[in-house]
């Protein structure tokens, strides 16, 4: 089984930053994708950013300049900075990651989502 942890929510106001962090622990034998989702009430889940096991990087369009996502692979950590919040990048923000396990040449790979962390950004 595997675990995702999230820390580093809050409430901020408006143009200030934070940092997300999510670490990934248990029967890990190598993460691919890993990525930050968010939602609000009433609306879907929607893709924040995601960066591949090679450290390429997606970003949606409401974020692009302002959120910077990175990972540290040998700690099994996701991160996303936020710069420039404003109100309506208040949500649950999720971390996702792709985890690879299985021994004796057996290997699974699926998704697995961290608890969620509250961002408040007052205006």
């Not at 900075?81 to 109100?87: C, D, E, I, V």
């Amino acid at each position: 089984q595997v675990q995702l942890v999230e820390s580093g929510g809050g409430l901020v106001q408006a143009g200030e930053s934070l940092r997300l962090s999510c670490a990934a622990s248990g029967s890990i034998l190598r993460i691919n994708a890993m990525g930050w989702y968010r939602q609000t009430p009433g609306k879907q889940r929607e893709l924040v950013a995601a960066i591949t096991s090679a450290g390429g990087t997606n970003y949606a369009d409401s974020v692009k300049g302002r959120f910077t996502i990175s990972r540290d692979n040998a700690k099994n950590t996701v991160y996303l900075r936020m710069a420039s919040l404003n109100p309506e990048d208040t949500a649950v923000y999720y971390c996702t990651a792709n985890v690879q396990s299985g021994s004796y040449g057996v290997y699974t790979s699926r998704d697995y989502w961290g608890q969620g962390t509250q961002v408040t950004v007052s205006s």
